[in-house]
């Protein structure tokens, strides 16, 4: 069975950072990008967007253009775990975050364009984080 399990939600002020992690395990993590993914409270499925995504196997990296220059995304094949380290937080950052696993390319695409493109096999439960003023 295939589980991503995200951690290190948690209420920040606005400025502040915080590092997200996810621990994937029953998959093969190598031949998988892991993404992260977030929906803001009250918006339904339709507003999820995309973080940031990075390729296991070679490293490659895609950052949606909102958080480029404050998130950084890497990755311990060691530790079957993705990090997104968050800096700079705003208000705007507060959602619920998803740790999703599939093609670089699809999650890449699905990022940028939205859910509707498909190809994201798995997904956690999400870990919130609230970013306050």
């Known amino acids: 069975e295939v589980q991503l399990v995200e951690s290190g939600g948690g209420l920040v002020q606005a400025g502040g950072s915080l590092r997200l992690s996810c621990v994937a395990s029953g998959l093969s993590f190598d031949d998988y990008a892991i993404g992260w993914f977030r929906q803001a409270p009250g918006k339904e499925r339709e507003g999820v967007e995309g973080v940031s995504c990075i390729s296991s196997s070679d490293g490659t990296t895609y950052y949606v253009d909102s958080v480029k220059g404050r998130f950084t995304i890497s990755s311990d094949n060691a530790k079957n775990t993705v990090y997104l380290q968050m800096n700079n937080l705003k208000r705007e950052d507060t959602a619920a975050y998803y740790c999703?696993?599939?093609?670089?390319?699809?999650?890449?695409?699905?990022?940028?364009?939205?859910?509707?493109?498909?190809?994201?096999?798995?997904w956690g439960e999400g870990t919130l984080v609230f970013v306050s003023s």
């Open positions: 999703v696993a599939g093609a670089f390319t699809a999650c890449a695409r699905a990022a940028a364009t939205g859910l509707s493109s498909g190809g994201l096999d798995y």
